[in-house]
């Protein structure tokens, strides 16, 4: 399982890694990276509040493609398919979150779809709950 590099220690959870797909563009690179983090740290908030626990280190995978003006360090044994949470292009769900799920329901998935238009607000909402509530759902 992709989960078993993720770790609870202390009520953190730790090795999160965020993989954006080589396919997305780098048009709105900084406000997609800025949107993820933004909404983890929401998230960690809303999780903590709720259960104790916390995203202690989450990492963003950003595609080769992307040149960006930040602090960034090389990839060394990271890629998309260890990653809990992909962002992508839209999917069988258009731009709504998603878990791809093959086992049984209580069982742990194999990641998180998220699409760059959702985490810009740019995606028709068909819940009015904001992205924090959404992925600790997920």
């Not at 799920?101 to 028709?124: D, N, R, S």
Request: charged share 15%; aromatic share 8%; net charge negative.
């Amino acid at each position: 399982s992709i989960y078993s590099a993720i770790t609870l220690y202390e009520g953190g959870y730790s090795n999160i890694l965020i993989a954006i797909d080589q396919n997305v563009s780098d048009n709105n690179s900084l406000e997609i990276i800025t949107a993820i983090q933004k909404a983890f740290k929401k998230c960690s908030e809303l999780l903590y509040q709720t259960t104790g626990l916390y995203f202690r280190s989450v990492t963003i995978l950003i595609p080769n493609h992307w040149k960006l003006d930040m602090d960034q360090q090389q990839a060394h044994t990271e890629n998309i398919q260890e990653a809990a949470i992909h962002v992508g292009s839209e999917g069988i769900y258009d731009s709504q979150p998603w878990t791809v799920q093959p086992g049984g329901c209580g069982e742990p998935g194999l990641y998180i779809h998220l699409t760059p238009q959702l985490l810009l607000g740019k995606a028709c909402h068909w819940s009015k709950l904001p992205i924090d509530n959404l992925l600790v759902r997920e």
